[in-house]
């Protein structure tokens, strides 16, 4: 498995942007498909948005279209999600999680994902 940290959460105004950092380590990168998640307090961890090894026709959640973009560099080994004119709905830890054996159709899936980070916190105040 390889091991995930994320950086780039923090507390800003609605309508500001974010990016977040996903590093990837301990395995070859090859052909992982990757993913961001989040979890709000007392809510379960929700699918935000998941991306192929080649970085094509990434998904996102109806809540985020639009506003999020998921991208991957491969050759740094690092999944970025960019946040813009972010909500305080988006508050919530988020993680990012990789699939070792690729992407998978149920790309929103919690179970599909081997790996996990340690999560970073977003809050977004009105």
């Known amino acids: 498995q390889v091991q995930l940290v994320e950086s780039g959460g923090g507390l800003v105004q609605a309508g500001d942007s974010l990016r977040l950092s996903c590093a990837a380590s301990?395995?070859?990168?090859?052909?992982?498909?990757m993913a961001w998640f989040r979890q709000a307090p007392g809510k379960e961890r929700e699918f935000v948005a998941a991306i192929r090894w080649s970085g094509s026709s990434p998904y996102y959640a109806d809540s985020v279209k639009g506003r999020f973009t998921i991208s991957r560099d491969n050759a740094k080994n690092t999944v970025y999600l960019q946040m813009n004119s972010l909500k305080p709905e988006d508050t919530a830890v988020y993680y990012c999680?990789?699939?070792?054996?690729?992407?998978?159709?149920?790309?929103?899936?919690?179970?599909?994902?081997?790996?996990w980070g340690q999560g970073t916190q977003v809050t977004v105040s009105s």
């Open positions: 301990g395995r070859t990168f090859n052909n992982y498909a």
């Open positions: 999680a990789a699939r070792r054996s690729g992407f998978s159709d149920r790309y929103y899936s919690v179970r599909q994902y081997d790996s």
